[in-house]
């Protein structure tokens, strides 16, 4: 692990210390319920930094994983693929992966930058930026953590190294064996369903009008999810499963704010009588 990913994943270990070290009495103080939400920062501050800190290690992860070799590809073809839904993916034209590589990363910059621009503009929703952003990072934390967690033990090949167009420096550079599931998409659409489900629940005349609100909110990842497969990235099912990743996440995490599940949960340093140490979870009903 390079030397400053190592160092943010410390800091960030050892913010969750401090916040887990202070008097349990102080918790009261780290619960709020405004408007719409009820938000717990002894759960939402540490599950939102241990899901950041993860994804820093897991990506430095998978950058170093071993690369594939000539004989790993050497007679693989679309044919090999074996769901015949996703060969289309392993057809594409190489000539235009890097232009469309790009174009999909458009939209990896473009859709996580909406929610804050909305919250921003809104007049209601600025009110409880603050709360709404913590939330809104606790939701990427989650969503990186799920894509994490999937990527990570299963090794699918990239649909281009099953094209026997596509050049052996592409099929052997880093990440040709991460392709399931869509982490642009989950992250996208996680993103622009939240804002839609935030905007929702604080302006109750758009829950009416739910499928126009998540019909925008599924543009940005349409787009993002088009490019990534002319691009050679992804499969069509590692692209659907991206986008349902990320709207149940998305919508998920704010509606589980709006409940009491969030409020009622506590968590605490524990120390034994026994000596060592501990974290003592509880939830009330």
């Not at 990913?5 to 709020?32: P, T, V, Y």
């Not at 790993?72 to 235009?96: H, M």
């Not at 099929?171 to 939240?194: P, R």
Request: net charge positive; aromatic share 14%; proline share 6%.
């Amino acid at each position: 692990m390079e030397r400053s990913i190592l160092q943010r994943f410390i800091i960030s270990l050892a913010a969750i210390g401090f916040l887990l070290s202070i008097d349990h009495s102080a918790q009261a103080q780290f619960k709020r319920k405004d408007s719409v939400y009820a938000f717990n920062y002894w759960v939402d501050v540490p599950v939102t930094i241990a899901g950041h800190a993860f994804n820093i290690w897991g990506q430095n992860y998978l950058f170093n994983l071993p690369k594939l070799t000539y004989e790993d590809y050497k007679d693989l073809t679309p044919e090999d693929v074996k769901i015949p839904f996703d060969r289309v993916a392993a057809r594409q034209d190489p000539e235009f992966a890097d232009r469309a590589h790009d174009l999909s990363d458009y939209g990896l910059r473009v859709g996580p930058a909406i929610p804050l621009i909305i919250m921003a503009a809104d007049k209601t929703l600025r009110k409880s930026f603050l709360n709404l952003t913590l939330m809104y990072l606790e939701t990427h934390a989650i969503q990186a953590t799920l894509y994490l967690m999937a990527t990570i033990p299963i090794r699918r090949y990239r649909p281009f190294v099953y094209n026997p167009e596509e050049s052996t420096e592409r099929k052997e550079g880093v990440k040709s064996t991460d392709s399931f599931f869509s982490g642009h998409v989950s992250t996208v659409t996680a993103s622009t369903f939240f804002i839609g489900k935030v905007l929702s629940d604080f302006h109750p005349g758009l829950q009416r009008k739910w499928p126009i609100v998540y019909g925008i909110a599924t543009v940005p990842a349409i787009w993002t999810a088009y490019f990534r497969l002319k691009a050679g990235k992804h499969f069509p099912t590692d692209l659907i499963t991206g986008y349902f990743i990320g709207a149940v996440v998305g919508i998920g995490v704010p509606q589980l704010h709006k409940g009491k599940f969030f409020h009622n949960m506590a968590i605490s340093p524990m120390i034994p009588r026994g000596g060592g140490t501990g974290v003592h979870f509880a939830l009330r009903f």
